[in-house]
C-alpha cells in the first residue's frame, strides 16, 4: 500500500476518478446520504490516498477494484495557521486505516505550518478523534441528515 499526496492539479484523472468512487461508495452507498460531493473545494484541497491496486469491493454489480482504501483532504480554513480535515474515509475498518489516513494528513499540514486543524466530524467517529486529540467545540449539529460536531486539534 502506497501513501500518495497530490494537489488537484498534480492528481491524474485516474486517481481522481478512483477518489470520488471511494467517496460515492463510503457517503452515498454504504452511508446512504444523498448529497453534492463535488463541492468545488477538491481544487484547492491536498489530497492524501492510502493506494492498494490489490484491492476489491463486492458491489451489486460484482467484483469492482477500489485502490482508494483510506483517503481524506485538506485545505485552508478561515485563519492563516487553521486548516481543515475532511472527507475521511476508509473501504476497510478496525485495521488501523483511519488512524494512517489522519496521521498522513496532519503531516502534510505540519508542512504548511498548520498550528490548528477543524474537522466537522460525525458524531459516531467522535472516540475515534478523541484518540488521537481532536476536542469537540460544539454542540451537535445535522449535516446532510447525519448529526456532526466540530472538533479542534492544537498541532
Known sequence: MNTIVKT??????????EILKSRFWVFV????????DMDNTDYKAVHIMLW???NVEQTEQGP???????????????QEDEWRIGRVLTLKRKCG???????????????HKGKE???????????????????V??????????????MKLDI
Do not use: W
Not at 29 to 36: A, D, G, I, K, V
Not at 97 to 111: V, Y
Not at 118 to 134: L, S, T, V, W
Open 137 to 150: 467545540v460544539s454542540e451537535p449539529f445535522d449535516e446532510a441528515g447525519i448529526e456532526h460536531v466540530k
Open 64 to 78: 469492482n477494484t477500489m485502490p482508494v482504501v483510506g483517503y481524506a483532504r485538506i485545505y485552508p480554513d478561515a
Open 29 to 36: 452507498m454504504e452511508q446512504q446520504c444523498f448529497y453534492l
Open 97 to 111: 486505516l483511519g488512524a494512517e489516513i489522519m496521521q498522513a494528513a496532519i503531516e502534510a499540514i505540519k508542512l
Open 52 to 54: 492498494d491496486e490489490n
Open 117 to 135: 486543524i477543524n474537522i466537522d466530524a460525525q458524531c459516531q467517529a467522535i472516540p475515534f478523534y478523541e484518540k488521537i486529540g481532536f476536542q
Open 8 to 17: 488537484y492539479d498534480q492528481l491524474t484523472t485516474r486517481e481522481l476518478y
